[in-house]
């Protein structure tokens, strides 16, 4: 197993419409070959991310997926004060070319939020994902009146990029079959946007702390 801590901007597979932008999957592959990709991130979001070196793991990680058996814990730093610990369950629908939304009709999401700290300016939150659709997060803060800070596809234009980390992954290794966790750092700019915004109190442990929340 490979796991990368990914910084902000870089786009995780190959895309159509920019072929000869670097991509990493692929410098991930120069290292590493074969890298299979086990989960993806999009550009503006940071943080821990997988690939699998052997394909007969895959299908075991994809059984895992679908069981819900691996975790994955955000943080995000919202716009507004959302001061309250709740789950959102609203389907999720493609809207666009690039945009998606709550509709009827979408597929079922499940989103749990825990906030860590709020100011009227902006609230810094630990996100678990019961499902993995994509812009989830991004969808149901938005649909909540809280966008994601920076994210200027769902509202919110005040930040150098969408403040989402992917913090935290855990999972029983396929062939071990022990349960383990692997954490990213959290970034400067984020730590930066949550003191700017009056939310960073950050703990020894930031993931930790998010954690028992």
Same mark, same amino acid.
């Given at each position: 197993?490979?796991?990368?801590?990914?910084?902000?901007?870089?786009?995780?597979?190959?895309?159509?419409?920019?072929?000869?932008?670097?991509?990493?999957?692929?410098?991930? #592959?120069?290292?590493? &070959?074969?890298?299979? +990709?086990?989960?993806? %991130?999009?550009? $503006?979001?940071?943080?821990? *991310?997988?690939?699998?070196?052997?394909?007969?793991?895959?299908?075991?990680?994809?059984?895992?997926?679908?069981?819900?058996?691996?975790?994955?814990?955000?943080?995000?730093?919202?716009?507004?004060?959302?001061?309250?610990?709740?789950?959102?369950?609203?389907?999720?629908?493609?809207?666009?070319?690039?945009?998606?939304?709550?509709?009827?009709?979408?597929?079922?999401?499940?989103?749990?939020?825990?906030?860590? #700290?709020?100011?009227? &300016?902006?609230?810094? +939150?630990?996100?678990? %994902?019961?499902? $993995?659709?994509?812009?989830? *997060?991004?969808?149901?803060?938005?649909?909540?009146?809280?966008?994601?800070?920076?994210?200027?596809?769902?509202?919110?234009?005040?930040?150098?990029?969408?403040?989402?980390?992917?913090?935290?992954?855990?999972?029983?290794?396929?062939?071990?079959?022990?349960?383990?966790?692997?954490?990213?750092?959290?970034?400067?700019?984020?730590?930066?946007?949550?003191?700017?915004?009056?939310?960073?109190?950050?703990?020894?442990?930031?993931?930790?702390?998010?954690?028992?929340?």
């Amino acid at each position: 197993l490979v796991f990368i801590n990914k910084p902000a901007g870089i786009v995780v597979q190959q895309r159509m419409h920019e072929p000869d932008e670097p991509f990493l999957h692929d410098l991930v #592959a120069r290292h590493t &070959s074969p890298a299979y +990709l086990m989960q993806r %991130l999009d550009r $503006g979001t940071s943080g821990v *991310i997988f690939f699998s070196k052997r394909a007969d793991l895959n299908v075991r990680f994809t059984r895992q997926f679908e069981r819900k058996h691996i975790r994955k814990r955000y943080l995000a730093i919202c716009d507004g004060e959302l001061a309250e610990k709740q789950t959102i369950d609203a389907p999720i629908l493609r809207i666009g070319a690039i945009k998606f939304g709550v509709r009827d009709g979408g597929k079922r999401a499940i989103t749990h939020i825990a906030p860590l #700290a709020a100011t009227p &300016s902006g609230s810094l +939150l630990a996100i678990d %994902l019961e499902t $993995g659709r994509t812009h989830q *997060i991004r969808v149901h803060l938005a649909a909540v009146g809280h966008p994601l800070a920076g994210d200027w596809l769902y509202g919110e234009k005040n930040a150098s990029r969408p403040m989402l980390h992917a913090a935290e992954l855990e999972m029983t290794h396929p062939l071990t079959h022990q349960q383990f966790r692997v954490a990213a750092p959290v970034p400067e700019d984020f730590r930066e946007e949550a003191r700017r915004r009056g939310v960073a109190s950050w703990p020894e442990d930031e993931v930790s702390a998010a954690r028992d929340s």
